[in-house]
């Protein structure tokens, strides 16, 4: 055990850069997938593949080295996101099909869904980052 662990940023501090990095990352990834897309002329499945590839590359680069600024590996950190990335998503699409099946039919509803889905993703991927993903290295 490290007798003199490093002291945890303020947590305020990590929200305000994390929002930062996912607004960033949105429009990185929304960009990558419309040029893809309407550009490239490809489908919208690789369009999104290739958004979501995007994306998934620079969410990790700056959640490692601006949001949580570790100095642990990638080779720790890497598999660790990527399983923290699939495992929120797949809770995303609980969390849609769940609510989808209880509320009322409605594009109202269906959008309400959505957030939900979104929200439980970006909560759950904050704290798997913070305490599992990025927890083992230095921070700076």
């Known amino acids: 055990m490290d007798p ?3 002291p945890r940023p303020p947590l ?16 990185i ?3 990558v997938i419309l040029l893809v897309e309407f550009v490239l002329k490809a489908s919208p499945v690789v369009a999104n593949a290739a958004g979501y590839g995007v994306g998934f590359a620079v969410g990790f680069v700056l959640n490692r080295g601006f949001v949580f600024r570790s100095e642990a590996g990638v080779a720790a950190t890497g598999p660790r996101y990527l399983g ?12 849609l099909q769940g609510l ?13 869904a959505q957030l939900c889905a979104m929200g439980a993703y970006t909560v759950t991927l904050f704290a798997l980052s913070r305490y599992w993903v990025f927890a083992g290295g230095r921070t700076r």
């Open 100 to 112: 989808r099946a209880v509320l009322p039919p409605g594009d109202l509803a269906r959008a309400a």
């Open 12 to 27: 305020i501090g990590l929200l305000v850069r994390y929002g930062l990095v996912g607004a960033a990352n949105t429009g």
């Open 4 to 6: 003199d662990p490093a």
């Open 29 to 31: 990834g929304l960009t």
């Open 84 to 95: 923290a990335v699939a495992a929120c998503y797949g809770l995303n699409l609980l969390v």
